[in-house]
T-cell receptor, first 114, second 114 residues
Framework: SQQGEEDPQALSIQEGENATMNCSYK?????LQWYRQNSGRGLVHLIL?????REKHSGRLRVTLDTSKKSSSLLITASRAADTASYFC??????????????FGSGTQLTVLP | DARVTQTPRHKVTEMGQEVTMRCQPI?????VFWYRQTMMQGLELLAY????????DSGMPKDRFSAEMPDATLATLKIQPSEPRDSAVYFC????????????FGPGTRLLVL
């Protein structure tokens, strides 16, 4: 089963609005990352937050992490049509040890309407 | 602009045929990952190499799939014989072990087995 589960599975908003996506995971982690996938393309890394961090910003992106609830959220402010994509959270579980490989969630499909 | 490259980008083949997919990781990266993406299963890790050595291929059907790294600039994923259920997009990603575990994805190979 997926380590991370995004919520909602699909989100449709108007251009200029904010979009919030959530991710829940099951085991303790080293860090959590968010990736974007445009239709027909590979995944692109957006932002990483370490387990000892609570919030991080990058441009119009804001990520929060609550390790007590094993959850994270990705906020995209002032959305644009170009933000239309699937967004995935990915975790590096502590249990992965030296392997330290990512485990991806099932993704949120964001549609930004012009 | 360093990128992961994958060939071919598209492949249509008949059931029973051998399929070979190739990946050139970013120069200097020492980890390589193969993923399979389908609508039903999402993103599945098939194999993981570090310094050309296979670390984890537990997600790969052993009877028909094989993954190798003949050298640091080439990773291959082979399916023999192929089956219709292998139809998916296959992604290669590379990264640097111990450095945040961020992964850089290639554009993918879209495989259709008839």
């Amino acid at each position: 089963s997926q380590q991370g589960e995004e919520d909602p599975q699909a989100l449709s908003i108007q251009e200029g609005e904010n979009a919030t996506m959530n991710c829940s995971y099951k085991t303790s982690i080293n860090n959590l990352q968010w990736y974007r996938q445009n239709s027909g393309r590979g995944l692109v890394h957006l932002i990483l937050i370490r387990s000892n961090e609570r919030e991080k910003h990058s441009g119009r992106l804001r990520v929060t992490l609550d390790t007590s609830k094993k959850s994270s959220s990705l906020l995209i402010t002032a959305s644009r049509a170009a933000d239309t994509a699937s967004y995935f959270c990915a975790t590096v579980p502590i249990s992965s040890g030296s392997a330290r490989q990512l485990t991806f969630g099932s993704g949120t499909q964001l549609t930004v309407l012009p | 602009d360093a990128r992961v490259t994958q060939t071919p980008r598209h492949k249509v083949t008949e059931m029973g045929q051998e399929v070979t997919m190739r990946c050139q990781p970013i120069l200097g990266h020492n980890t390589v990952f193969w993923y399979r993406q389908t609508m039903m299963q999402g993103l599945e890790l098939l194999a993981y190499f570090r310094n050309r050595a296979p670390l984890d291929d537990s997600g790969m059907p052993k009877d028909r799939f094989s993954a190798e790294m003949p050298d640091a600039t080439l990773a291959t994923l082979k399916i023999q014989p192929s089956e219709p259920r292998d139809s998916a997009v296959y992604f290669c990603a590379s990264g640097v072990s111990g450095v945040r575990e961020t992964q850089y994805f290639g554009p993918g190979t879209r495989l259709l087995v008839l």
